[in-house]
């Protein structure tokens, strides 16, 4: 699935952003959030009254190109519905911000970034993206406020200093029903007064993914590669704990963090016992991870021991652990109930021998870079018996209506 | 151009010494024990000891790293250990928010049994100068709403509590009154014999949700030796008042708490098995206070330390097999000790606390309106000796009474970091001080340790919770944890039927 | 009568003696302690763990020298092993005064940053 595409762009002089809809708008006012979406059947609707609209986005090909900026022809990106965000591009490219149905709607903030994580999936970029500011901050007033959750990421948000907190307070203001998740490294929060406005605003559900590589200083920075980051990330999450902000810390598996896992989750325990969440993630094989790819890979079914070790470590310790992008046939069957399908809908994948697994259904799958490289332990697993099956279910909110996503005694 | 990668000696220390953080450190089964002010520990074997405070540790070694990143030593800048350390300490002292939480009301003198033990005076039932009056209790309310707590207990002792209960109810009352305005978040427990409850009792109980704390030292054999009644009938009428209670309150709405004595020390199986025969899902294996009558009968219920340490160890062993075999039972004593040793957090229980919770944990309040440190202050009076007297609830003031000379002499002499033998031992962030104890059995309120009853029960207690918890049964390891985190070990954590 | 005996560890000879006595044990242990290398700190603060055991009395021999005689309170094993335990003790109380020596202030800090409400780590803060 792609969240990208490009087709014939005419008269659209700048880039143009708007909410789609196949339906007229009645209300004059608003019609400048929304762009009209559809081919020539579902324009007929309009009766030819396109005036006050931001644009027209046309999958096919425009019968007649109408006065408003239209992007016409784009492929792909048959998924979009009514109510999802575009921003139609000069050049003809369309992206996709926001989409209504999905539960994973994650905003950009920036390329760049100040640390170089030896696995880094969106590798930085040294650019001036200062524009994506005021483009965030007009999405913020076209998503839908039902929307359950958002996701803030880059490169590193708070590069942008000010303009996060006001993005941050926008979205307190007109969304104050949707969680933000915001992705950081954690070392801007160094400075406690950055922490303590962030806490200020108040925001209604707000955590922050926060990574932390080891209980060792030096071998935390080698994975970020750079000098002095873990104690800054360290002072960044008591000055956040203090300030009262959620934090959830995030260990991405490999093989420079597998060996000390258990000792990492001794560390966090002791340390911070006060972090909402500990999340034990897989390697995803894109960008700088192939760079690196020899420094990193390690079959996951290898470091089983150390995450199970870890999982149930801080797990008896009253502390909430998820593990996220891990296939139930690559890891011991006691962090089966820590594992959630938590891959974003346009990665996620299964593979060949998935057609024939018994645990699919309650199985996050990969992502779609693992068909390049995946562990060598995937195989079919057998059904469940029914009690297995039962409890594996509710937890994931499969069939039951009395299900919950979290497993009952968490 | 592409920036390029750094390999892992790039960012590791090079040459860099290291610095010694505090630490104390004792020998244990023949290595050595490490443990800081945050409660973290170590195990190193001597030589690893001798390296480490050379500054020639070896930085690749596995002892290196548990010692650098349970903050025992740093190679790098100070600022985020030091910053750390002083968060884990404030943690391990949280119990000090709030002040005093538990303030015991002696509504009456007055009992009905005369248990062997027992620190109070054998006084029958028609001396009712020996109740507290509504005055008094008025006072003493004052002193529970001036401290700054938000979460109270107020409990009730005697004599036996029961022969005032008007007062009781009186209390319970006044305290929910005044508590409208001041929203404390206030718990009432009731020890008592429950020799006098009655369905008026219960429902009162009942519905403000008093919560009743009873003895019952084992089975009737153990029990009625230790807690005569003319009629001797002391054991039956406990289990017959454990179940009427649980009728009216729920089966958690009594607790029971044994005391133990020469004669229980040869029967801890039995006494386990009474209590778990009778429903209860958790044991106090506390020793007897060695003072009060227990020293005027000394010969009936004194004890070497090795006696009781035997029972106590043959006790924990028979309650994990218990566990084992999937009756829930806690002893509490390794709760509480457990808590300070693998966890990061404080315990409210005032008796194992530096500085001592005498006063700043807990006060109580006696049937004539003077104030003691603790119920063993009250004890002491009891035999005549004041020095803990904190004042009287009709004379003096709240900071008279709370901030007086016994208050601050009892907390000076109860900081471990400075008492003699305390200030090096391994243990100290696990342990506590008594200064009442120490007054008591040795003469002074510091005591002297290699002496003290007190730091040779929890030295050698915390030495066998060790051995369990680092021995080779992964059962304990996940018992004691299930202790600490108060769920069946069932429950520790989600799993999948095979 | 009394035979001097080096020990294991420098600076610390014992005279062990033997007294008549009812008891008809070795009651009465002198110890020679060189204070220039265990620092009478030490030796003060490992007489005191054994106080349960025994019983101490001091004498200035000259220079640096303490003797120090243990005089034990009841029968509880060979007189060897009292000696070595003590000599024990004593390296482990000099080591505790030079670990206290080299981490005091360390703590003294760490306590102050933990009651205070300002940062003291940080400069210009106080």
């Not at chain 1, 996951?300 to 199970?308: H, K, S, V």
């Not at chain 2, 209790?137 to 029961?162: H, S």
């Not at chain 2, 020469?262 to 020793?287: M, T, W």
Request: charged residues 25%; contains cysteine; negative net charge.
């Amino acid at each position: 699935m792609r969240l990208f595409s490009k087709g014939t762009a005419v008269g659209v002089a700048v880039p143009t952003m708007g909410k789609l809809t196949r339906k007229p708008v009645h209300d004059q006012a608003t019609r400048r959030d929304y762009i009209v979406y559809g081919d020539p059947a579902s324009l007929n609707g309009f009766n030819g009254d396109l005036s006050g609209y931001a644009g027209v986005y046309d999958p096919r090909t425009c019968a007649q190109p109408g006065s408003l900026p239209t992007v016409s022809g784009v492929p792909n990106l048959e998924y979009l519905d009514d109510d999802d965000v575009v921003l139609l591009l000069p050049s003809g490219g369309v992206n996709v911000l926001y989409r209504r149905r999905s539960e994973h709607n994650t905003i950009l903030t920036t390329e760049r970034c100040n640390s170089y994580c030896l696995m880094c999936s969106q590798p930085p970029r040294e650019v001036d993206d200062s524009h994506r500011i005021g483009e965030i901050l007009r999405l913020l007033e076209l998503v839908s406020p039902d929307t359950r959750e958002l996701g803030l990421s880059g490169g590193e948000p708070t590069l942008l200093g000010d303009d996060l907190l006001t993005i941050i307070r926008k979205a307190a203001d007109v969304l104050p029903r949707t969680a933000l998740h915001m992705l950081t490294n954690g070392r801007r929060f160094s400075d406690y007064t950055l922490a303590r406005r962030l806490g200020e605003i108040r925001h209604p559900d707000l955590m922050l993914g926060i990574p932390l590589y080891s209980d060792l200083d030096h071998r935390h920075d080698y994975v970020v590669q750079r000098r002095g980051a873990y104690d800054e990330t360290v002072e960044g999450i008591y000055n956040l704990a203090e300030s009262g902000v959620r934090i959830e810390i995030r260990v991405v598996l490999h093989r420079q963090t597998y060996e000390r896992l258990p000792q990492l989750a001794d560390f966090i325990y002791r340390n911070m016992p006060f972090v909402s969440q500990v999340a034990l993630m897989g390697l995803e094989m894109f960008g700088f991870t192939h760079r690196n790819l020899e420094e990193l890979w390690i079959d996951p079914a290898e470091y089983g021991p150390q995450l199970e070790s870890a999982a149930l470590f801080l797990a008896t310790r009253g502390m909430n652990v998820a593990v996220y992008n891990h296939q139930l046939c690559t890891i011991p069957r006691a962090v089966w109930p820590f594992a959630r399908k938590s891959i974003s809908d346009w990665k996620n994948v299964y593979l060949a021998p998935c057609d024939k697994c018994g645990v699919k259904d309650y199985c996050g799958g990969f992502f779609q870079s693992a068909t390049k490289r995946h562990s060598a332990f995937v195989r079919p697993l057998p059904r469940q018996n029914p009690d297995a099956d039962r409890i594996l279910r509710e937890w994931h909110g499969i069939k039951t209506s009395t299900a919950s996503s979290v497993p009952p005694n968490s | 151009m592409q920036e390029q990668f750094h390999p892992a000696t790039f960012f590791a220390p090079e040459g860099a010494k290291y610095t010694l953080l505090p630490f104390r450190f004792m020998d244990f089964d023949g290595r050595r024990f490490l443990a800081n002010d945050a409660g973290q520990y170590c195990f190193l074997d001597s030589p690893e000891f001798t390296t480490l405070l050379d500054g020639t540790l070896s930085r690749t070694s596995p002892a290196y790293m548990e010692l650098k990143a349970k903050h025992f030593i740093s190679d790098t800048a100070l600022r985020v250990p030091l910053r750390l350390l002083a968060t884990k300490i404030r943690t391990k002292r949280s119990f000090l928010d709030g002040f005093t939480r538990l303030h015991i009301f002696v509504v009456t003198l007055r009992c009905d049994h005369s248990c062997q033990y027992c620190q109070v005076s054998r006084v029958t039932a028609d001396r009712s100068r020996y109740d507290m009056s509504r005055e008094t209790a008025d006072r003493g309310l004052d002193m529970v709403f001036r401290c700054p707590a938000r979460e109270v207990k107020i409990e009730f002792q005697g004599g036996e509590p029961l022969l005032n209960f008007e007062l009781i109810r009186y209390i319970v009352e006044e305290a929910e009154r005044r508590n409208e305005e001041q929203g404390k978040e206030i718990e009432f427990v009731l020890t008592t014999n429950l020799a006098l409850i009655d369905d008026e009792i219960l429902g009162f109980l009942r519905e403000h949700r008093v919560y009743v704390s009873t003895s019952l030292d084992g089975p009737a054999v153990i029990h009625n030796a230790n807690r005569p009644r003319p009629d001797r009938d002391s054991h039956d009428l406990t289990i017959r008042g454990i179940d009427r209670v649980r009728k009216a309150l729920g089966h958690d709405g009594v607790s029971a708490l044994m005391t133990t004595t020469r004669l229980s020390l040869a029967h801890p199986e039995a006494i386990v098995n009474e209590y778990v025969e009778h429903g209860f899902d958790h044991i106090f294996l506390r020793p007897i206070s060695p003072y009060g009558f227990a020293v005027r009968t000394r010969r009936h219920t004194g004890y070497e330390l090795s006696s009781f340490l035997e029972f106590y160890r043959r006790a924990l062993d028979y309650i994990i097999e218990v566990n084992r075999r999937g009756t829930v039972l806690t002893e509490i004593y390794a709760q509480i000790l457990l808590t300070k040793i693998l966890t990061p957090y404080a315990t409210g229980y005032v008796d194992l606390q530096s500085p001592s919770g005498a006063v700043i944990g807990a006060v109580v309040y006696n049937y004539d309106g003077d104030a003691y440190a603790s119920d063993e202050s009250r004890m002491l009076a009891e035999m005549g000796d004041r020095s803990f007297r904190l004042g009287n609830l009709h004379q003096d003031s709240y900071s008279d009474i709370f901030g007086g000379p016994v208050a601050r002499a009892l907390v000076e002499a109860s900081c471990v970091e400075s008492l003699p033998g305390c200030a090096d031992c391994a243990f100290q962030t696990y342990c506590g001080a008594d200064p009442i104890e120490n007054y008591a059995t040795q003469g002074d309120v510091i005591g002297h340790r290699p002496t003290s009853h007190f730091c040779g029960r929890n030295m050698e207690i915390i030495k066998h919770l060790f051995r369990l918890y680092h021995g080779s049964d992964e059962f304990v390891q996940r018992l004691f944890w299930s202790w600490v985190e108060r769920v069946p070990v069932s429950s520790l954590y989600p799993t999948i039927p095979d | 009568m009394s035979t001097a005996v080096p020990c294991a560890a420098d600076g610390i000879s014992a005279l062990v003696g033997t007294f008549s006595s009812d008891e008809g044990f070795n009651r009465e242990v002198a110890l020679s302690v060189n204070t220039g290398l265990y620092g009478i700190d030490a030796v003060f603060q490992a007489c005191y763990t054994f106080t349960d055991r025994c019983f101490f009395h001091f004498s200035h021999k000259g220079g640096e020298d303490v003797v120090l005689s243990m005089r034990r309170k009841r029968e509880d094993g060979d007189v060897d092993d009292l000696i070595g335990e003590f000599v024990n003790e004593l390296i482990n109380q000099r080591v505790r005064i030079d670990l206290f020596r080299r981490t005091h202030l360390l703590r003294e800090m760490i306590v102050a940053q933990a009651f205070t409400e300002a940062d003291l780590l940080k400069p210009g803060m106080g």
